[in-house]
Structure formats: C-alpha cells, structure tokens
T-cell receptor, first 112, second 113 residues
Framework: QKEVEQDPGPLSVPEGAIVSLNCTYS??????FMWYRQYSRKGPELLMYTYSSGNKEDGRFTAQVDKSSKYISLFIRDSQPSDSATYLC????????????FGKGTKLSVIP | DVKVTQSSRYLVKRTGEKVFLECVQD?????MFWYRQDPGLGLRLIYFSYDVKMKEKGDIPEGYSVSREKKERFSLILESASTNQTSMYLC????????????FGPGTRLTVL
C-alpha cells in the first residue's frame, strides 16, 4: 500500500463549480498536512497548511483533515480558470521532520 | 521578495557529461532539498541538507551527489549523466521546525541526449 494516494485526474470543471480534491494516507504518524499548487512549468507553491484534524479556510479554499479516516481534502469554491493547475497533497510526521511525503498530484482544468 | 533561484530553466547535456545544477535561497533557511519530478512518479527526494556541509540521502540518490559549502547554496551534481536522468529538477528550502513549509524554485528541465 502506498503511503499517500491521490487520484491523478485529470479533472475538468466549468468555471464557478465547487472542486473537491482528496488524498488518503496510511501512516498514522502524519500530523502536518499541506496542499501545494503547481502551475505548468513552474515549481510548487504552498497553498494550505494544517496541523492535525479539522478545517482551515483561506478565501475560496478550504482544507479539511480527518485523521480518523486518514483522509484529507481541498475544496475550491467558485473555481476560476486561474485555478487550473496540478494540486499536490503533502504530509509530515513532525515539526522538525525534514521529510515530506507527497501525493502524485491531481491535474485540474477550470473551463471558462 | 524571498525566493529560491535555480541556475538554469532548461538544460541539454550529452550522455556521460558531468552536470551541475545550482540552487540559491535568500531566506537564511537551514534545510535545502533536491527533488526530481517525472510524470506518473510524482516528486522524489534525491538528497537534502540540514546544515552547511551536511547531507543526507533521499529516496533516489544513485547517480547523484550534492555539495553545500555555504548556507544559501545547494548544488546537485550528476557525475556522468545518463538518459534516464532526463527530468524536471526542483530545489526547495525550509526553516527548521516548520515541517512542510517548503519554498520551491522554478525548476530545471534537464534533457540528457
């Protein structure tokens, strides 16, 4: 079983739709959960950062962590063409940990 | 504007050449990382460094070496480039104690012919 599973897509939605992106994981030691956004031919950029279980909201983006189910989600409300990118989930076991475990990314296209 | 810079955006080399990829960060971060990114395989960690002159192997270190002589600079070296090292190479940095808050560079697309 892979440590982090993420559906690669591609996912195509109309502008204005609510987008749901998900990752599952197997390592119960993970406590820090991240979502990175990567535009084509660019490096990933940190989008959302969450510690332990719960929700975090930032504008149109909501990150959700359910540690009991080992499941994390990123919701994008009122999606825009500028949201078209690959979204990578990432996880870490500790604050001082050097290692991040990444999902393989989901490619999202928002169609005008 | 804080950033991570990589020496080249695109690079084409011949099989057997020695290749240097340079990464510089201006944020005084302790940790620096080299990843490669391939379609279907995602991001894979090659090497990382948590201090000057310190280095640790990642998941796929074979065929690579690294150097960190100054805190702000982390170099990836391909001793003898091979075609299976054609990839996107991404450098990242982070502060100790802030797990996962990586700042990535723009990437170097390396093609080995």
């Amino acid at each position: 079983q892979k440590e982090v599973e993420q559906d690669p897509g591609p996912l195509s939605v109309p502008e204005g739709a609510i987008v749901s992106l998900n990752c599952t994981y197997s390592n119960s030691a993970f406590q820090y959960f991240m979502w990175y956004r990567q535009y084509s031919r660019k490096g990933p950029e940190l989008l959302m950062y969450t510690y332990s279980s719960g929700n975090k909201e930032d504008g149109r983006f909501t990150a959700q962590v359910d540690k009991s189910s080992k499941y994390i989600s990123l919701f994008i409300r009122d999606s825009q063409p500028s949201d078209s990118a690959t979204y990578l989930c990432a996880m870490s076991a500790g604050a001082g940990s050097y290692q991040l475990t990444f999902g393989k990314g989901t490619k999202l296209s928002v169609i005008p | 504007d804080v950033k991570v810079t990589q020496s080249s955006r695109y690079l084409v080399k011949r099989t057997g050449e020695k290749v240097f990829l340079e990464c510089v960060q201006d944020m005084d971060h302790e940790n620096m990382f080299w990843y490669r990114q391939d379609p279907g395989l995602g991001l894979r960690l090659i090497y990382f460094s948590y201090d000057v002159k310190m280095k640790e192997k990642g998941d796929i270190p074979e065929g690579y070496s690294v150097s960190r002589e100054k805190k702000e600079r982390f170099s990836l070296i391909l001793e003898s480039a091979s075609t299976n090292q054609t990839s996107m190479y991404l450098c990242a940095s982070s502060l100790f104690g802030l797990a996962g808050r990586f700042l990535f560079g723009p990437g170097t697309r390396l093609t080995v012919l």
